[in-house]
């Protein structure tokens, strides 16, 4: 491998502070009682103790994937402390927060206050795993959108909560959503009633700031008829020797005719560049068209992490809905990603996509793993899928595992798969056209992702173009 | 064309290179004035390309000794990129593929990178649009290029003309062109041997590297060298060209051993 390509991913990781606040941390462990506490200290009703105590006692019967083509030594789950929450956390308005996590903020690039007013972006971010504020709860109100920390959720709209949590990812699903449903914390929750287009595009920042606690969200958003929100989820960490876990929930239902649109940039601190450290994303995503006519559309741009597994899915159970799954992920150094989509069609007439772009550089593995379910009833059922890997040096590697399975002969399915590289000889094409490295790279990359980042929000395909450019910089050069 | 008072572009002195540990240029000399269209010839594995790439600053080579000098500068002491600013053209015998690179927009990036290292203007997209379709003119080029992935798909005659329609927008001082007529049919090679000779003028010079005379039919060499084991072994005029594609390679060989 020439020196030219050995430096361009070894931009130093940026969101690697640590705040100093105190944090209500419950020891390290997971038990009956531990889970009994963290319901209690969240004063939380009946019904939601028992949904997490038939999880936990399912999730004892369950063992750990061992499918996903990824590496990592065994999990201690009694290493891991299962709730952490700043301190002091009664918070009513921004003016309460505590001014250090707003400098965190702020160093997050979250945008909040007046910068997101000018975005119009109203932010929920959970830090660690309480919700600490909720912009524009006030505005979204007026048209009857609830948006709010899963908490507050339980609290002001339990019958919402009960009727849906699990219904899309029940709480036996893997093993890592039982987990999750045994002790989610907090997370964030979205109703858009009937008719409602939410007017602005929602938004959540996730953290993890404390070092050997995991962090377990639950996030629910429910559209229902004619409805549609776009929803934004980003998420960052601070460096820490120690691997965390981040095994999040995330539940989406669309009703008829209504659409969601969920994005995610995920930079959650990927360890070192010899492969120490790093957060260990274990995420279930799961959307449910259950009306007809609906659409949920996952963008995803996955740069961070130690290992990422996780399959942002599409049950198409309504008559002529559709699934979209647009998806960059990117890996560094040691970093590990197995990810994908599920697209089950069950409707007639049901329509899904899937672009994904894989992008390996350093000594890092990239597997797209995905699957076409085509149901025996969904007559006229479409997929299209298009998986692209591009190699950056000659040590890492890309794999592509498409699994399809069709039970209804008027279904067609199509599948494009294609790998590229960047190696010394493209670069030197640029360079013999003047190109230096960096810029050829930065083309080279943007060019490969386009597909998937004109599906981003405008705010958000600027900070991860900028981000890409970050995780790549000195790889090449 | 050959004048005696032309300005020399290329001085190559001696040159010797190696990828890895196996040497392949052995010793070159080389003069190239400008006006002058030189031709490189000569077997399989013997240097050719190897030293179009040197030329050009291929990271793979490692030259191990003489000298080049470009309008007497120090060729070698330029990265690749410094070079092709400076008017070093190289044509590619295979140009890379970039999915999701719009032609359009990679012509205009090196277009305007060159410009600007040149201290000329740069264009804008709209500017440059009109510029790009003129020269894609003189290569017989549909505008839909411009829209496409740059040589993404392209057939090898596509992926040759875009490599002159480069050349057309750098206006280099030095082309060296790598098997450019590899993979044309003949009416391709015509439009493309075409627009090299409209390209070219007193000003510049030309290396065509190839294995075949039938280039030579549209674009004539003012000198062929044949080169082989990493040498140039004999220097003649374009009637040298007709004699090997008459003869083969093996005569010269002996005749220079």
């Not at chain 1, 003016?95 to 690039?109: A, H, I, N, Y």
């Not at chain 1, 960052?236 to 239902?253: I, R, S, W, Y």
């Amino acid at each position: 491998m020439s020196a030219v390509i050995q430096n361009l991913v070894n931009q130093p990781y940026k969101h690697g502070f640590v705040t100093d606040i105190e944090s209500d941390v419950v020891p390290k462990g997971l038990s009956e009682d531990v889970i009994r506490l963290i319901s209690a200290k969240k004063g939380e009703p009946e019904w939601l103790l028992e949904f997490r105590l038939k999880a936990y006692r399912h999730w004892l019967t369950m063992t750990e994937p061992t499918w996903p083509n990824v590496k990592y030594p065994k999990i201690d789950f009694q290493g891991i402390s299962y709730f952490s929450a700043p301190k002091p956390k009664k918070l009513a308005s921004m003016d309460e927060v505590d001014p250090e996590l707003l400098r965190t903020f702020e160093k997050l690039g979250v945008p909040m206050n007046e910068r997101a007013a000018l975005a119009g972006v109203a932010v929920d971010v959970i830090f660690d795993s309480v919700s600490v504020a909720t912009t524009y709860k006030k505005k979204l109100a007026e048209v009857g959108v609830i948006f709010c920390s899963f908490s507050e959720a339980v609290k002001d709209h339990p019958e919402l909560v009960q009727k849906y949590l699990g219904s899309v990812v029940p709480a036996g699903d893997n093993f890592y959503a039982a987990l999750n449903s045994a002790v989610f914390t907090d997370g964030s929750f979205c109703f858009i009633p009937k008719g409602v287009r939410c007017p602005m595009e929602l938004s959540t920042y996730f953290r993890i700031n404390t070092q050997e606690s995991g962090q377990f969200e639950r996030t629910l958003i429910v559209a229902e008829d004619n409805a549609y929100v776009s929803y934004l989820e980003g998420c960052t960490a601070p460096k820490f020797d120690t691997n965390q876990l981040h095994a999040a929930v995330v539940e989406l239902v669309t009703l008829d005719n209504a659409e969601i649109k969920y994005s995610t940039v995920q930079n959650w601190y990927a360890g070192d560049e010899n492969g120490k450290g790093g957060i260990y994303n274990f995420v279930t995503k799961r959307g449910l068209c259950k009306g007809v006519n609906s659409k949920i559309s996952w963008t995803q741009v996955e740069t961070g992490s130690a290992i990422t597994w996780k399959y942002p899915s599409c049950i198409l159970q309504g008559d002529n809905s559709s699934g979209e799954f647009y998806s960059v992920a990117l890996t560094n150094h040691h970093q590990q990603a197995d990810t994908g989509t599920k697209m089950v069609h069950i409707g007639r007439n049901t329509r899904s996509k899937i672009i994904s772009k894989g992008i390996s550089a350093g000594f890092s593995n990239n597997s797209y793993r995905g699957l076409v379910k085509i149901g025996a009833r969904a007559a006229g059922a479409r997929n299209f899928s298009q998986c692209d890997s591009m190699l950056i040096g000659d040590k890492c590697g890309a794999n592509t595992f498409p699994y399809i399975q069709v039970a209804n002969s008027t279904a067609k399915v199509e599948h494009e798969a294609s790998t590229s590289k960047i190696g010394e000889d493209q670069l030197f094409y640029f360079a013999s056209r003047g190109i230096a490295n960096e810029e050829a790279v930065s083309m080279i990359i943007n060019g490969f992702v386009q597909d998937v980042f004109v599906h981003l929000p405008m705010e958000f395909a600027v900070e991860a173009t900028k981000l890409l450019g970050l995780k790549l910089e000195g790889s090449v050069g | 064309m050959i004048r005696d008072n032309a300005p020399e572009l290329l001085e190559v002195r001696n040159l010797a290179a190696k990828i890895g540990e196996r040497a392949i240029l052995k010793g070159i000399n080389l003069r190239v004035k400008a006006g002058e269209v030189h031709a490189i010839m000569g077997p399989n594995g013997s240097g050719k390309s190897t030293f179009a790439k040197v030329l050009a600053g291929h990271p793979s080579y490692e030259v191990t000794g003489g000298d080049v000098l470009f309008e007497a500068r120090n060729l070698l002491e330029l990265s690749p990129e410094e070079r092709a600013r400076a008017g070093v053209f190289l044509g590619f015998q295979y140009p890379m593929e970039v999915p999701g690179v719009s032609n359009s927009a990679f012509l205009r990036l090196i277009y305007n990178t060159v410009q600007g290292a040149r201290g000329r203007e740069e264009l804008d997209p709209l500017e440059f649009d009109d510029y790009v379709r003129e020269k894609m003119k003189l290569l017989e080029m549909d505008p839909a290029f411009l829209e496409r992935s740059l040589n993404a798909g392209f057939s090898g005659g596509e992926k040759k003309r875009n490599e002159i329609l480069q050349m057309a927008l750098l206006e280099p001082k030095l082309a060296i062109l790598d098997e450019t007529d590899s993979g044309l049919d003949i009416d391709a090679l015509r439009v493309v041997a075409n627009g090299i000779n409209k390209l070219h003028s007193a000003d510049d010079g030309i290396v065509l590297v190839t294995h075949y005379q039938r280039l030579l039919n549209y674009i004539e060499p003012d000198y062929v060298h044949v080169m082989e084991g990493g040498r140039i072994i004999k220097t003649g005029d374009k009637s040298l060209a007709l004699e090997l594609e008459s003869r083969g390679y093996d005569w010269v060989a002996k005749e220079a051993a």
